[in-house]
Structure formats: structure tokens, C-alpha cells
């Protein structure tokens, strides 16, 4: 008997006999107890009072499992080289994989793979008669190469340490399960049975795909990157193709949201804009605008997306290595709490933004380089270099609540009459009339997919696809495979489902046209046309007085000449600029940034590299503010302008806006080990 010495120098590991089968009971003893309730994946659902009363009368979780505490240990084949043997030993953060024959390695090359770079795992059979005592366990990773880019890797595990592959086959399910548990974030039992029925059913999650996003690239990106890694993460999806501006915003108009577990855009900022606000044209807003919400990035700014890769963990990406770093959190599950900011036009139109408002600068660029959008994100490299060329000051006042002062509300309690230039909010609407299910425009079931075929795919994972079912089944092993006249493994039949879920939710009707049930619901029509569109819906700005009124006392307010103003709510004003360097999804809290008027063209280019790494309010400059707020009050003086939100331009004259935190819901994915914050 030999006895395998701790891989990677990891202590603790249970070893095993070389040449016999894995050992059963490698748990760790200190392993997550399971709570007696239904499972879901982290997903941000809305709170259910059966699971809140289920939550309150279970023990105690308990403590949390050490990084390297090794939860599971053994020895498996590889594939297709059945010569070589290899020790693994799954950890709450990484697996560990030894070499073992035909020579052990010291130092072994890819032998630590980090939780944070898998995407999926399954179990597989191989399709020989003289292979059919073994089973398969294979493992999705996205390793980054020696230049920094991600390239996929399927690594493949012959289980046959038992006579009968329903034993092989439960020992394969074990592992499975166990990585999906750990990618997911829920407990392993400590001294229970790892079996499939931990489990729960996968999210369903509607992809709105803008195929014109940044350089025109985002549905190739789509096919190539997003859709093979969701389905090797077994999440349940449907797709949709915009067709126009605007077309998000119509179809979350009629959806039936409790079909869906969120909703997650391909494509850049622009589409998520349009998503919220869709959610506010509907009688029920206030439910629909906690529904979750996911973006990976396809379009030329990414600024949410890089404040998700921050918040992740990972290091600072861009184009393809951003989208795969935010599609591996995707698969994760997770969500935070999505702090939303409510702005009045001087019109009266609402909208909702999540990500910034803009004067001056930099919305200048933002819109002025919309004729370089074929360049991708260099058009604001290109934008901003024409804009120092032709700098320009704006005169403008700019009022806001100091996040440390409590405010004095404006208005009583039942609300004060509204001027006319203030919108008028409307009482609290009647739930929405049931309707049928949502029919979909251009679905993934009406699209051909000719997608790269993945190494492996489970079709029990736990429900098949629809994207790989409609291309003739789960894809083969035949691309990996090198060995001799054996056939290549093939999909295990498809795990049991829990008792809890239904085997598989039907997809919703697909029609072409008009949804029928914008006009079934009762809702009005959409109306194309400018992103601030006039709403009757939103959140109650109680710290606003209306448009044209003094402001209560507490405010705070600069007027002068302004080369910018930005009201920014994360982190990130661009996928590769960290405007507020502090800033969390959920603080509660407007970060302003302004530079007045004189600073000179060297300055402010200063200003936006040191941007790049989050350092500009390190450099000194006396023409750079910052306030915390909980509101402002923006009023330009200078008869002409450019005003953003969230990149799309919206009429110029006075806005206000006031943050509601915790309003929405962002699909996240787990946070990361932070890094060091300038």
C-alpha cells in the first residue's frame, strides 16, 4: 500500500492506494451542513415568506471552511492518454492535480486550477464495449495564458476504480456535483451523501443581444464565447436579437418576468439603459425593477462590465478577456443590491440610470465620437484627442446634498402640487392583468447556431438547452479524442431532477411582429424615439423639491465656468477608467466629479490617464472636485450643450436626480479578493 504524500504541498489530504480505486469518504469533516429547504442558485430572487420562515428556524450555518481544507481526494485515469494517472483533491477554492504516472511531477504546469476559472462540469460514458465499467468527469477552465488572455481547456477524468459503472458513475456524479456546489456557493453536507439532488434547478435567463454592439462584433462574440460557456455551466437560457433602438425597452414592456431568473445583456451600456427603463413603463415597476439584471460586454464603453470585474476580483481587461472574465461571474451566480438614480428632465421626462450623468467633456466625446463607433472603444481614444483639440468651458450651477448631511425633505408627507415642469407621479397601480406567456422575437429556437463544438456538454445539466438540442444533440468528444479505434465518450443520461423542480419549463412562444400582449396587458404602446421618453412611473424623489424651486436648506452650490461635470454612480466611467475609485454598487451614494474652467489641455489629458489606474485625485489638481451626494441639481447657463445618461443623449437644459440605493438588482457573480485601491 502506498500512501500519496499532501499534492502541491497542500496538508491534510486523505490519501490513496495508487493502484486501487478513489477513496469513498474523502469529505471533510468540517464540511457546510445543507439547510432542510429549497435550494436555488444565488441569483438574487425575491424574498419568499415560506423560505424566510424556513430560514429562521434552521440551525445556525457553520463556520466557514478554510481555503485550503481539502473537501475531496482521489486518483483517476485521464482522457484520451489512458496511460497517466493523476491525485486530485478539490478544495473550497481550487482543484489540485498531482501527476502520478508515468512520471510524478515535482513541479507539475496547470496543476492548481482556481474555482474562479471554471465555468461547468459534467460526467460522461465512454461509447466502447471495452470501456464500459468506466465513467468521465469533465472539467470547463479558462485559464490565462502567459500574455494575460483566457483560452479554454477541457480537462477529462477516467473514474474506474470500481467493478461496475453505476459505482464508477457515482463516484463521477460526487465530484460533479461537488464543483458545481462550490462554483454556486452552496453548502456541501458534512457528513451526508455528494449527490446530484443537491442540486436545484438551474436559472433561466433571457440574453438580449444588440448585434451591432461596438464594432458590430457582439453576436459573433455571443456564438463564439458567451453561449458555449453558459452551456457548459448548465444554465437554461433564451436568446433574443435586437432589431432597434428601443426594442429592449418594448419587449420588458410585455414580458411575463416571473418566467425568467434575469435578464442579462450582450452588448454594451446602451442596452442595459434600455432594459431599466422598460421596466418603468410597466404598471408594476416596482417589482420589475428588482428583477435581476446582468450585462457582458460587447459594446464600446463596458463601464458597468468593468466595475463587475473589478468587484470579482479580477485584474483590469478589455475586449474579449473583459467578456470572458464577466461570463465566468455569470456562471457563478450571485447578485448585489443595484443602487438606481432617478432624473428629471426640465421637460418632465424620468428615466432611470445606473451608471452616470454628463456635462461638458464628457459627453461631448461620448457623443461627438459616435461616427468612429466602427473603431470600438478606440473611438473614445479618437474622441477624446478631438475634444482637447477644441476644448470648451460651460457655464452652469451645480447643487447637491452632501451624503453627510440629513436631509430636509422638501415635501410633506403626502407631496406638495407639482410645478409644470416637474413630472407628476402616479398612485400606486393595480397588479398587472395575467397574460399569456411573453411571446419572444428572434429567439435562439429561430436563429441558426453554428456554434464552435465544445469539447464536451452534458445534457443533463440539470435541463438540456435549447441552443445545443436544436443543433442535433449535445456536441461529441470527437475533437479531443486521439486515441485508436475507440469511440469518443458521449453525455451520461441526464441527471434526476429534483423533486422540487419541474423537469423543464416550455419556452416561451415565439412569434415575429408586434408582441400581442403589450396591447393584452394594457399597456400603452411603446413610443420610439429618444431614450428620455416621458414616464408616469418611477420612485418618489422625496429629497427633490420640483424643477425651478429654491432648493431646502443643506444643499450645497458652485456655479461658474465648467470644462465637466459627472454624476457617476459605480465605480467605472469606461471599462479601462475607474472614475470613482471607492464607489460600490450599493453605497447609497452619487460620486460627483467636476473640473472647473482653466485648468489646460495637458492637465486634463494628466487627468484622464492617471484615470486608467483610479489616481487622479492623487495628482493635485486644483481644477478637479469631488462631492459625495445623495442628490443634485444640474443647471447649464450656457444656451447650448450636450447632456448624457448613461451614454445616451437626452435633452439639454436642467436636470436633477436623486439616488435610490438598493433599488435594482446586479448579477455579479461572487466578489473577488479586492485588490489594492490607489
Known amino acids: 500500500m502506498h500512501t500519496l504524500p499532501p499534492p502541491l504541498g497542500l ?44 430560514k429562521a428556524m434552521a440551525p445556525p450555518p457553520p463556520p466557514p471552511l478554510a481555503a485550503s481544507t481539502p473537501l ?31 512520471k510524478p511531477e515535482a513541479r507539475p504546469r496547470g496543476g492548481l486550477v482556481p474555482l474562479a476559472e471554471v465555468s461547468g462540469c459534467c460526467t460522461l460514458r465512454s461509447r466502447s464495449p471495452s470501456d464500459a465499467a468506466a465513467a468521465y468527469f469533465c472539467i470547463y477552465t479558462y485559464p490565462q495564458g502567459r500574455r494575460g488572455g483566457r483560452r479554454r481547456a477541457a480537462r477529462t477524468f477516467r473514474v474506474d476504480g470500481a467493478a461496475t459503472y453505476e459505482e464508477n458513475r457515482a463516484e463521477a456524479q460526487r465530484w460533479a456535483t461537488a464543483l458545481m456546489c462550490l462554483l454556486r456557493g452552496l ?35 455571443c456564438k463564439t464565447h458567451v453561449l458555449p460557456m453558459i452551456s457548459e455551466a448548465g444554465l437554461s437560457f433564451n436568446l433574443i436579437q435586437t432589431e432597434r433602438q428601443n426594442h429592449a425597452r418594448e419587449l420588458v414592456q410585455g414580458l411575463r418576468l416571473s418566467e425568467w431568473d434575469g435578464i442579462v445583456t450582450v452588448s454594451g451600456d446602451g442596452l442595459l439603459f434600455e432594459v431599466l427603463n422598460g421596466f418603468l413603463d410597466r404598471p408594476d415597476w416596482e417589482e420589475a425593477v428588482k428583477t435581476p439584471v446582468g450585462i457582458l460586454p460587447c459594446g464600446s464603453g463596458n463601464a458597468l462590465a468593468g466595475a463587475v470585474n473589478q468587484h470579482g476580483g479580477f485584474e483590469p481587461a478589455l475586449g474579449v478577456d473583459l467578456l470572458l472574465n464577466c461570463s465566468l461571474l455569470l456562471c457563478r451566480g450571485g447578485s448585489r443590491p443595484l443602487d438606481l438614480m432617478s432624473v428629471t428632465l426640465a421637460s418632465g421626462s424620468r428615466c432611470l440610470s445606473f451608471l452616470s450623468v454628463a456635462w461638458g467633456f464628457v459627453s461631448d466625446v461620448d457623443i461627438q465620437s459616435e461616427r468612429f463607433r466602427a473603431l470600438g472603444s478606440a473611438r473614445f481614444t479618437l474622441g477624446t484627442v478631438l475634444g482637447l483639440a477644441t476644448l470648451h468651458t460651460y457655464r452652469g450651477r451645480l447643487s447637491y446634498l452632501p451624503a453627510t448631511v440629513e436631509p430636509t425633505s422638501p415635501t410633506p408627507a403626502r407631496g406638495l402640487p407639482r410645478a409644470k415642469s416637474e413630472l407628476t407621479l402616479a398612485p400606486a397601480p393595480a397588479p398587472a392583468p395575467p397574460v399569456a406567456h411573453s411571446p419572444l422575437h428572434r429567439s435562439v429556437s429561430d436563429l441558426p447556431l453554428p456554434l464552435p463544438q465544445p469539447a464536451l456538454t452534458s445534457p443533463g445539466s440539470p435541463e438540456p438547452l435549447p441552443v445545443l438540442s436544436l443543433n442535433g444533440g449535445g456536441p461529441e468528444l470527437a475533437g479531443d479524442w486521439g486515441g485508436a479505434g475507440d469511440a469518443p465518450l458521449s453525455p451520461d443520461p441526464p441527471l434526476p431532477s429534483p423533486p422540487s423542480s419541474p423537469k423543464a419549463a416550455l419556452l416561451s412562444p415565439i412569434t415575429e411582429g408586434v408582441p400581442e400582449t403589450l396591447a393584452s396587458s394594457g399597456l400603452p404602446p411603446p413610443t ?82 492617471a484615470m486608467e489606474r483610479g489616481s487622479h485625485f492623487s495628482l493635485g489638481c486644483p481644477q478637479l472636485g469631488y462631492a459625495a451626494a445623495r442628490a443634485f441639481r444640474l443647471e447649464p447657463l450656457t444656451p447650448r450643450g450636450v447632456l448624457t445618461v448613461d451614454g445616451e443623449q437626452v435633452e439639454y437644459g436642467p436636470l436633477q436626480a436623486q439616488m435610490h440605493p438598493g433599488l435594482g438588482t446586479l448579477l455579479t457573480g461572487p466578489p473577488g479578493c479586492p485588490r489594492r485601491e490607489p
Not at 72 to 100: D, K, M, N, V, W
Not at 187 to 198: R, W
Request: hydrophobic share 40%; net charge neutral; with cysteine.
Open 187 to 221: 453548502p456541501l453536507p458534512g457528513d451526508g451523501e455528494i449527490t446530484p439532488e443537491l442540486l436545484p434547478k438551474p436559472p433561466r435567463l433571457l440574453l438580449l443581444v444588440n448585434p451591432l454592439g461596438g464594432r458590430g462584433l457582439a453576436w459573433q462574440w
Open 72 to 102: 475531496l481526494h482521489g486518483e483517476f485515469g485521464s482522457f484520451p492518454a489512458r496511460s497517466s494517472r493523476f491525485a486530485l483533491t478539490l478544495t473550497p477554492q481550487a482543484l489540485h492535480i498531482q501527476r502520478l504516472r508515468p
Open 11 to 54: 496538508m491534510g489530504a486523505v490519501g490513496a492506494d495508487l493502484r486501487g480505486r478513489p477513496e469513498e469518504d474523502s469529505a471533510c469533516e468540517e464540511g457546510a451542513g445543507r439547510p432542510d429547504q429549497e435550494l436555488t442558485w444565488s441569483w438574487g430572487h425575491r424574498p419568499r415568506s415560506a423560505l424566510d420562515r424556513a
Open 528 to 609: 420610439p424615439g429618444s431614450p428620455g421618453a416621458v414616464s408616469t412611473r418611477g420612485p418618489h424623489d422625496h429629497l427633490l423639491p420640483p424643477l425651478g424651486t429654491p432648493l431646502p436648506p443643506g444643499w450645497v452650490t458652485l456655479e461658474g465656468d465648467f470644462v465637466l461635470m459627472l454624476a457617476i454612480s459605480p465605480s467605472h466611467l469606461g471599462a479601462d477608467l475607474v472614475a470613482a475609485p471607492h464607489a460600490r454598487f450599493d453605497d447609497g451614494l452619487v460620486h460627483l466629479c467636476w473640473v472647473r474652467g482653466g485648468i489646460s489641455r495637458a492637465a486634463l489629458l494628466r487627468l484622464f490617464l
